[in-house]
């Protein structure tokens, strides 16, 4: 197998799931570091079919979006494999893990909110990322692509009071699937790699992190992500939280 090279954004939590992925197949990869917005350009560029992270070179291929990555992965090297084996099982998890792919958006569009705010919290999402810049300048010069990131995402006040008013209601959902052992088994699976680094990046934030940390959805995310930067200090309206009291 040649090199395999991963573009990503710091912070990024899909990207999070394709590194996890990769390390859980013990196949070595370039990481590289793209600015979010730009990295659109950049990916057309290299003629990836779409513009989002995670992309992967694989053995001359291109491979983008992290549940395609989590099928090319087995399909090239099947252990440990990150689907079950099981037909039905394996259908619950593809469910959960499609499921996850739209939960996804939650937090992206909480995170660009906020950052429209205070971009001073970004620095600690871009740990140990290498973005051609120092990144301290890469956040205070980033004013415009922040605005451009939170209007792509639709980072709005309304979503964002929605996402926030459904959040236990998907934490609810997650937990079940941990109760029926659809995630967090004694093998992680394709949809605990693309639900977990969600749940770990809403951690992220002092405002949501008491609300998870003691549920099996948190304690899930902190077991698949142990170590994922950033931190937001409080940041949301205070009755916009009412329903996430712990
Ligand atoms: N749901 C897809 C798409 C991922 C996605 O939207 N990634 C974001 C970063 S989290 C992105 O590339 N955004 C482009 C940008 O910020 O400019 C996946 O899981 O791969």
Known sequence: ???????????????????????????PFKRVDLMPVISKGVLRAMRFPA????ALKLD???????????RELDRMQPDPPLFPSDPDQRVKVEEAEAWGDGFQHNP???????????RAPMESYSEG?????PVGLAV?????????????????????????????????RIDGWI?????????????DYQIAPSVRLAMTFDDLR???????????????????????????????????RP
């Not at 090199?3 to 390390?23: C, E, N, Q, T």
């Not at 992206?108 to 205070?118: G, Y």
């Not at 099996?216 to 205070?238: E, I, K, N």
Request: charge should be positive; aromatic fraction near 6%; proline fraction near 9%.
């Open 129 to 133: 990322a290498r973005l051609g810049i």
């Open 140 to 172: 205070k010069t980033g004013g415009p692509l922040v605005a451009a990131a939170a209007r792509l995402n639709e980072s709005t006040d309304e979503n964002v009071r929605a996402k926030l008013a459904s959040l236990p209601g998907d934490l609810d």
């Open 179 to 191: 109760s029926d052992g659809v995630l967090g088994g004694e093998e992680l699976n394709a949809a």
């Open 1 to 27: 197998m040649g090199r395999a090279k991963l573009y990503v954004i710091p912070g990024s939590h899909p990207s999070r799931s394709a590194m996890l992925m990769l390390d859980r197949k013990g196949i």
């Open 60 to 70: 001359g291929g291109r491979v983008q979006g992290s549940r395609e990555i989590a």
């Open 210 to 244: 008491p609300a998870i940390e003691n549920r099996p959805a948190g304690q899930l995310a902190m077991r698949v992500v142990p170590d994922f930067p950033g931190r937001t200090p409080p940041v949301f309206p205070a009755e916009w939280l009412a329903g996430l």
């Open 51 to 54: 513009n989002t992270v995670p």
């Open 108 to 118: 992206r569009q909480l995170s660009w909110w906020a950052f429209k705010r205070n």
